[in-house]
């Protein structure tokens, strides 16, 4: 009888940088709320000093475990800036909803997001390198991998796959509807949420059968 146990994630680090301050009831910081958020969506916007300047870069990514993953080409300069020791700052939102209230002021959106503070780590080992890739394709479309052209050696050489520690986070999210001051109630105004979701449609096959020319 196996009694063994997958190791425990440990707790969110929460440091003065990630505390929210402004509507601090909207924040949280459980690893198991920043997950899902992170689950439900498939972009970052990477933000870190590339030659003392701001750079930000929108990414796909996906998590594994308490890490989050993305890839791109070994030439790309804020990945270089990175693992050079710059920290990044990566971001992710999803908009749930438009709430229309009745006065200008109080419009807003409902709306779930995550900040990460982190340096990462490079995936370089040969075994991890290609379960991380496999990873990247089934979350898109589980079963794909073993449908489709592994990568090639040059391929691999040329991509860097950089995994991020989900360690110093918050997640802030709003939801529900408007909230209008006590006077505005009696406008004849349209008060509501407008709901916005990621949906995909039905799938469009590719025509070619031969390399465009």
């Known amino acids: 009888m196996n009694d063994a146990t997958p190791p425990k994630s440990p707790p969110i ?3 003065p940088r990630n505390t929210l301050q402004r509507l601090s009831r909207r ?3 459980s690893r198991e709320v920043i997950n899902a958020i992170l689950d439900d969506a498939y972009t970052t ?6 030659e003392g300047a701001v750079r930000a870069q929108p990414i796909y990514y996906w998590r594994i ?3 989050l993953f993305v890839h791109g080409s070994r030439h790309n300069a804020l990945f270089k800036a990175l693992l050079d020791g710059q920290e990044a700052c990566l971001t992710v939102a999803l908009l749930d909803g438009l709430v229309m209230a009745r006065s200008a002021f109080h419009h807003s959106m409902n709306y779930r997001s995550v900040v990460i503070y982190a340096r990462p780590r490079e ?9 991380v890739l496999k990873q990247s394709v089934e979350r898109l479309s589980p079963g794909r991998w073993a ?3 592994k990568p090639s050696e040059p391929e691999l050489r040329g991509t860097m796959i950089l995994a991020f520690p989900i360690a110093e986070a918050s997640a802030k999210a709003r939801e529900g ?6 006077d505005d109630y009696g406008l004849p105004v349209w008060a509501g949420v407008l709901p916005c979701s990621i949906a995909f449609g039905e ?5 070619n059968t031969q390399p465009p020319v």
């Open 13 to 15: 680090v929460q440091t």
């Open 27 to 29: 924040a949280s910081y």
């Open 45 to 50: 916007v990477i933000s870190a000093l590339v």
């Open 65 to 67: 475990g308490d890490e």
């Open 123 to 131: 995936v370089t080992g040969e075994a991890e390198r290609m379960e």
């Open 147 to 149: 449908e489709i052209r």
């Open 177 to 182: 509807g408007p909230v209008d001051d006590p």
């Open 203 to 207: 799938p469009e096959e590719d025509a």
